[in-house]
Each structure stands twice: as C-alpha cells, then as structure tokens.
C-alpha cells in the first residue's frame, strides 16, 4: 500500500499539468482571436477594497432587497467596459464598449458558441 501513494501523487501531478496546458491553450487561442478580430484586451479583474473582494458580494446583497441589482451591475460595467468573467471553469466575456460590439456583430462565428445565434456562412 506504501508503494501505491507515489504512483498517485505522479498521477496527480500529470493531471494537474494537463489542465493547466489546456487552459493556457486555450487562452491563447483567445488572444490570437481577439487580435485577429481588431478586440481591445479584457480585464480580468473588477477592482475591489476588501479581501476576496468581500466588499462587492456585501455590495450587492445590500441591494438585491432593494432590486437594484442592475443598476449595481451598472457601475461595475461603468468602471470596467470589457470584462473577462471566469465562472465554474468557463469563461465569459462582457462588453459594452461601441468598437468591440461592432467586431462582433460584424463577424461570423462557426462552432458552438456564438454560432447559434448567427448564421453559418453557405
């Protein structure tokens, strides 16, 4: 059973490895898309004064009984019109700057995603 722990650990490790390769893979295969398609870059992160950005969560569970939540959202986005959102191992984009929705709109996509909301060329 002794011998069996370090076999795990490599196994571990290799897997690590792997997501991480994938990931970055992946993030470059964003970049090069974003420059191809004259994109400015994203920001990865909403400024924030407290820890964990604690005080953006408290921020908005002050006003989710006022339903006010858009207009909290709106702020961020003031302060921020590109944003890189990373949610349960995905990644969004969010936008509201005039030179990017018209990259986008003028593009048209093939795959998965935005695919199904714009039509494939013939």
Known sequence: MAGLWPAVGILIAAAACYIHLESRRAYKADQAFGHAHNCLPMKNILPYKWPFALDILKRQ????????????????????????IHLFGQVGYLTTDPRNLESMLSTRFEGDFPGQFLPKES
């Open 61 to 84: 569970y002050d006003v989710l009984p006022r339903q006010q939540l858009l207009a909290s959202f709106t702020e961020d986005i003031d302060k921020m019109p590109n944003m890189e």
